[in-house]
């Protein structure tokens, strides 16, 4: 019996009921600004008359003269740091002791014990250590932010004390926002998106008066967009020509370069970029798929417009540059022709820029558009084509040079386009022309006559003998001549004497097959016989197409009077007709 009552005094039932006890956390960590509940439960002699005051003082504090930091007792003056702050809402007959703190600052932390009726529970005493506030407010975005639609942002602090002071919330941005519906830990804002405002910072500012602490968040913005602000970057080598940002631009290279095309867009997403010729139609296939369009070597091939084209989910946007090559004038293609009593003479050529065209006549330089007695000159010109024309009248100077010029920025062509030489030259050269016309004619027509007297020779030896009487080709090693074939009969020397001597009737014509041969002062003309009399060369070439040719008259025309000579001889008449 006595060892049953000493354990019961010493720990057991019977300890906790005839003695103080608290239950209490013994360290408790908050950050400032936030609310903390800390649990207590106490305990007391069940003979001991308590009461039901309870109170929290702050150790060190003198319970009869110092105010508690909070007391079940609402008339109760409390410690002005922790008026409004501190609570026991503990119910004594629960034996709850119980302690709420809102709104804790630095100045809270320390050590805290705690009181029912006239008993301090020393024993069992609460530790609060304040920390800095490290909580940041969440802020609620849609997933996805797309230009020109409006959307609602929530910034809220959930871990922060419903009751006490309200916190403040401030909105930080660049885009364009309007103030939304808010609660006591939530704030909404009002966003309009723009394709300016992706990538921007938008900032939610959370401020606890109470604690005179403040936190914030700070999130980028994720604005989607269609491509804006495409634009083509031409590089040469290593510097940049030229940016365009709006269509039909155009830019001027010179032929053979080597130019690269750089297409970028601002868009979100990224967007795909193309290249075409022209302006792409729908559903039109690209020459390339790439933002770099290389022109190793721009020739006029490469002339025209280049459009890039930015594209992605929410749009395109195309771009165009329009390609000038420059390149020298090409070669002319001058002309001339008489047309009446003037010389009428047309230059054309194209380049770019447009060439200037220019006559030069002998050294002097003749003016664009110019006219006067003796000349005209007009010129025209329409794209890269130039034209001019020159008209010259009246007599063309011996030793006349006539050209045509072509120039602009990046070279020069010229081009001969009559060329007269002097007046002695061209008599020199006319006379030669006209010796050597005259010699080829003669032999063409004295190969003629051979070839109808071999003719001739061929039928007589198939038939009756030749009434000419004319021996047979001999068979020498010489050269044969015209006269072995031709009976010729001179207007003078012992032959023309002989013919002379016998007058000319239709008895003594010459035999058929023969051939005569006249001259006079300028001319000597051979005339062909036959059984059927003479007959003119025009009646031969009427009747071509019989089997037997039966005449052919030559013709020599003397090209100028030339000094008689003596005869060296009887035949001298004839010493000239040779064979070459």
């Known amino acids: ?35 903390v509940h800390v649990p207590c439960k106490f305990s007391y ?67 805290y014990f705690f009181q029912i009726g006239k008993y301090s529970y020393l024993d069992n005493m ?96 994720n604005v989607t967009y269609a491509p804006q602000n495409t634009a083509i970057r031409i590089f040469q080598g290593n510097r940049t020509v030229l940016e365009t940002l709006q269509n039909t631009s155009s830019i001027l290279i010179l032929e053979g370069q080597a130019l690269q095309l750089l297409c970028a867009a601002d868009s979100n997403p990224p967007a795909e970029l193309s290249w075409f010729r022209g302006s792409p139609a729908l559903n039109a296939t690209p020459i ?41 004038p090409r070669p002319l293609s001058p002309s001339c022709s008489w047309e009446g009593e003037a010389l009428q003479c047309t230059c054309s050529s194209h380049a770019r820029p447009a060439p200037t065209l220019r006559w030069r006549l002998g050294e002097g330089l003749l003016e664009r558009n110019h006219s006067n007695a003796s000349l005209t000159v007009t010129s025209s010109a329409e794209g890269p084509w130039a034209n001019s024309s020159l008209s010259l009248r009246g007599p063309l100077g011996s030793g006349l040079r006539l050209s045509c010029e072509a120039w602009n920025a990046h070279g020069k062509q010229s081009a001969a386009v009559l060329l007269l030489p002097d007046k002695g030259l061209v008599s020199k050269a006319f006379s030669n022309g006209t ?39 001999p068979r020498a090693t010489r050269r044969s001549t015209i006269l072995d074939y031709i ?51 025009t009646q031969a070439s009427e009747s071509n197409n019989r089997e037997e040719l039966h005449y052919a008259t030559l013709h020599f025309s003397d090209p100028r009077p030339r000094k008689p000579r003596e005869p060296q001889d009887t035949y001298s008449d004839y010493a000239d007709i040779k064979f070459h």
């Open 288 to 328: 390339y798929r790439s933002p770099i369009l290389d022109l190793p070597q721009v020739g006029t091939a490469e002339e025209g417009d280049f459009t890039c084209r930015a594209q992605n989910s929410l749009g395109s946007q195309h771009v165009s540059l329009h390609l000038s090559v420059a390149y020298p």
């Open 126 to 221: 609460l530790s609060l250590n304040v920390t800095a506030l490290t909580h940041t407010p969440d802020i609620l975005i849609p997933r996805t932010l797309e230009s020109s639609h409006p959307r609602n942002l929530t910034c809220s602090v959930p871990w922060a004390c419903e009751q006490g002071m309200a916190p403040i919330f401030s909105w930080t941005s660049a885009a364009l926002t309007s103030p939304g519906p808010r609660t006591h830990l939530s704030s909404v804002l009002i966003l309009s998106p723009r394709p300016q405002d992706h990538g921007t910072n938008l900032t939610c500012q959370v401020y606890f008066p109470a604690a005179d602490v403040m936190v914030g968040r700070t999130i980028q913005l």
């Open 1 to 35: 019996m006595l060892l049953w009552l000493q354990l019961m005094l010493c720990g057991g039932p019977l300890a906790q009921v005839l003695s103080y006890q608290l239950e209490l956390q013994e360290s408790v960590t908050v950050q400032e600004g936030l609310c």
């Open 487 to 537: 009976n010729v009969v001179p207007n003078s020397g012992p032959l023309a004497q002989n013919r002379k001597a016998k007058p000319s009737s239709p008895s003594q014509a010459p035999p058929p097959g023969s051939l005569d041969c006249k001259k006079n002062q300028k001319e000597l003309h051979f005339v062909s016989h036959t059984s059927q009399g003479p007959r003119s060369f």
């Open 435 to 473: 010796f050597l016309g005259t010699g080829i004619m003669t032999f063409l027509f004295l190969c003629l006559l051979l070839v109808m007297k071999i003719l001739r020779k061929k039928q007589t030896q198939a038939g009756t003998p030749d009434q000419a009487g004319i021996p047979p080709r």
């Open 45 to 111: 002699p069940w003979l001991a008359f308590i009461g039901s005051h309870m109170f929290w003082f702050q150790k060190g504090a003198d319970v009869d003269h110092d105010p508690p930091v909070a007391t079940n007792i609402p008339s109760q003056k409390l410690h002005e740091r922790t008026q409004g702050r501190f609570f026991l809402r503990g119910n004594p007959q629960a034996q709850d002791c119980s302690l709420d703190i809102i709104e804790v600052n630095m100045g809270d932390s320390g050590t």
